[in-house]
Structures are given as structure tokens and as C-alpha cells.
């Protein structure tokens, strides 16, 4: 609930509105995670609340962290029993987490772990938030940067990835900038254009993966409902409503979109929305063939990419030895508990 929602809520139960306040800062700043902390609240209101609200608390069941670079990963339970996986970054102008908006993800794209069991069902607000809030509590640092690029497509759940973006950027609860959250997305049209009217001052960041439109559907079945030119008039949308320049992210794979051709279109592309190119050499997953390209093949890439005028980096890789790609630690996870089985 937003502030003046929870107010709402709280008053009808008989209590003073600067109760709904205290309650709020407990959730949204002080990170509680049960009622029982809130200690500012008489044990009465506090018992009632236990009885008809939820905190939609994630509990951590797994915690890996990075010996080449600390990267944590963090595997969540809600109480349904569904796991959902998120990452802590450290960079040098602060700490950024990627969370999941999803359980499950029902966008099949080829290269993607997160999509080979379906969706199971979008997760809400409140189970967006708590990823960041948990690692914020566990971690004991500030959380600068806010990144939807875990399982799952956000655009798939609208509703509550706005809400999410409401409660997270709002200056009485964690209070993290707009500018500094990014939204990914695998190309839905309508959701981009909805985004771009809500006027937030986040970053967009298109799934792009080829400029080719062919190439593109053998690689993401999404691309078939929405074809690469009304996508790209949707980030032009995008860029007009807010301002904010959109990221293209590109996974290079090895021998199928890594070629000059493929640069030389992506460039034209890229040049053409003046956006920012994010390459990142595919993460191979057991279960498909995917290849990357070696080193010097990736730079040349960029190169190529960069000799045209395009603002272009390669995604530095972090925690590779805690399972990096997408969905991989969650598919592990649910493997050893069916006994070593996916089903
Ligand atoms: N559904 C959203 C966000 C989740 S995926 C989207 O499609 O953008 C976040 C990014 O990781 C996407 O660009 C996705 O295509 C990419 N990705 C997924 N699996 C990958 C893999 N195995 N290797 C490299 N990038 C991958």
C-alpha cells in the first residue's frame, strides 16, 4: 500500500492516522520484517495486524557470495513455497541489486534459464520490494541501484512492477532515485508505451539481441507479436515522454549475431534511437547449445560498434562462480529438491 492507502486502511481500524506513518517507516525504512519489531506500536494493534495483514516477508533459504568479487546471490521463499532468486552487485559508485518480477517466466527465450519451467505466476509489489529491503537488512549496505532484470518479465506484471517503482522511489520509504532503477524488458509494446506516460525518470532497457527482425524471432518467440520496427518506435516513445535514453542489451552468441553484418545493423539501430549498447557475451546454460564468442571476438564487436558513433560496453561479469546467468540458481535449487530431477 502506498502512504495515503495505508492510512485509509489503519483509520478504518479505528486507529489515528499518524499510526498508518509509524507503520510505513517501519516497512519502507526500517526494513521490518514481522510485526512483533515494531515497537512503537501498542501490542494490541500489532497482535491485529499479525491476524489480518501480510508482510509478504522473503525468507532467505540460500546465500552464496562471490570469492572472485563478492557478488552475492540470493535465493528467496515466499510463503507459498515459490523461490525466487536476486543478485548484490558491488561497483564503485555503489551497491546495485537485481531482483526477479517473477517466478517463472512465460517469454521462452532460447538463451534463457529462467524460461524453460514456464511461468509460474508474477510475483506482487511487495515481494519486488522485499527482495531489495532483505538484502539491504542482510548485507548492512545502502542499496544504491535498483535493476528489474532478474527472472521473469516485468512488463508481464504491470501493475505491481509500478507500484514497486512508486514505493521504492518514494522519499518516505527506502527513497532510491528513479535515475538510478532500470527497467529491462523483451520487447512488449504496449507496457513500454503505458511506462513512458507514467513519467518516471527510470531507464529503459530493451532486449534486443538482434536488429535483425528474422534473427530476432529465432531467438525470442515475442518478437513474432511485436515486430522489431513497432518496438523501436515504442523506445522513440519512450525517449520523448521521459526524457531518459533507452540501454539495448545484446547478448553476443558465438557464430549467430556476433558477425559485421550484425554490428553494422545493430550501430544503425542504435544510432538511430541514440541509445546506449550493453553487450554481454551469453551465459551458456545446460540446457542449450549457446556458445560465446572468445575475447578478442567480443571487442571487436564493440569496436566496430564504437568506430560508428555508438556509446557501447561489454557487461563486466560478476559472481561466475556462484551460477551468474538468469535463473540458474533457482533451477539448481529445485533440481536437488525433486531428487536431482526437473520436471
Ligand atoms: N524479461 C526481461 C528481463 C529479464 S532478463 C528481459 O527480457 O529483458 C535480463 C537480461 O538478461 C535480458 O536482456 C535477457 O535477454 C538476458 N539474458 C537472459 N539469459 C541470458 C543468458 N543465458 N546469457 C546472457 N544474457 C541473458
Known amino acids: 500500500m502506498t502512504l495515503p492507502q495505508l492510512t485509509e486502511y489503519i483509520t478504518a481500524m479505528g486507529e489515528k492516522p499518524y499510526r498508518a506513518k509509524q507503520l510505513y517507516e517501519w516497512m519502507h525504512v526500517r526494513l521490518a520484517s514481522s510485526f512483533d519489531e515494531m515497537t512503537n506500536l501498542p501490542a494490541g494493534l500489532r497482535a491485529r495486524l499479525a491476524g489480518e495483514a501480510d508482510l509478504a516477508a522473503a525468507v532467505p533459504v540460500r546465500i552464496l557470495t562471490s570469492k572472485i568479487d563478492g557478488t552475492q546471490k540470493y535465493l528467496f521463499r515466499f510463503s507459498d513455497g515459490n523461490v525466487i532468486e536476486s543478485v548484490l552487485m558491488h561497483y564503485h559508485h555503489g551497491c546495485s541489486v537485481c531482483i526477479s518480477s517473477q517466478a517463472g517466466c512465460a517469454m521462452g527465450c532460447k538463451f534463457c534459464a529462467s524460461t524453460i519451467g514456464g511461468k509460474i505466476r508474477s510475483l506482487s509489489a511487495a515481494e519486488m520490494l522485499e527482495q531489495v529491503y532483505r538484502i539491504q537488512k542482510l548485507s548492512g549496505e545502502r542499496i544504491s541501484n535498483v535493476v528489474v532484470m532478474g527472472s521473469g518479465e516485468p512488463l508481464d506484471n504491470y501493475d505491481h512492477l509500478v507500484r514497486f ?3 521504492l ?9 528513479a535515475r538510478s532503477v532500470t527497467v529491462s524488458t523483451c520487447g512488449i509494446v504496449p507496457g513500454i508505451r503505458k511506462l513512458a506516460q507514467e513519467h518516471f ?16 524471432e529465432r531467438l525470442m518467440p515475442i518478437a513474432k507479436r511485436y515486430a522489431l520496427p513497432e518496438v523501436l518506435e515504442a523506445c522513440r516513445f519512450y525517449f520523448a515522454c521521459t526524457g531518459r535514453r533507452v540501454t539495448l542489451e545484446y547478448s553476443l552468441v558465438h557464430g549467430f549475431n556476433d558477425g559485421q553484418e550484425d554490428a553494422r545493423l545493430l550501430a544503425k539501430t542504435a544510432g538511430e534511437l541514440h541509445a546506449h549498447v550493453n553487450l ?15 575475447y578478442r571476438a567480443v571487442q571487436s564487436f564493440r569496436e566496430q560498434l564504437v568506430r560508428k558513433g555508438v556509446n557501447a560496453t561489454v557487461r563486466r561479469e560478476m559472481g561466475t562462480d556462484i551460477s551468474g546467468a538468469c535463473g540458474q540458481l533457482r533451477r539448481s535449487y529445485q533440481s536437488e529438491e525433486n531428487g536431482g530431477c526437473i520436471s
Open 169 to 177: 522511489t518514494d522519499e518516505n520509504g527506502l527513497h532510491i532515485s
Open 165 to 167: 517503482l512508486e514505493l
Open 280 to 294: 554481454i557475451p551469453v551465459n551458456p546454460i545446460e540446457e542449450r547449445s549457446f556458445s560465446r564468442p572468445d
Open 201 to 216: 525518470q527510470i531507464t529503459l532497457a530493451l532486449s534486443l539481441h538482434s536488429a535483425d527482425q528474422e534473427k530476432r
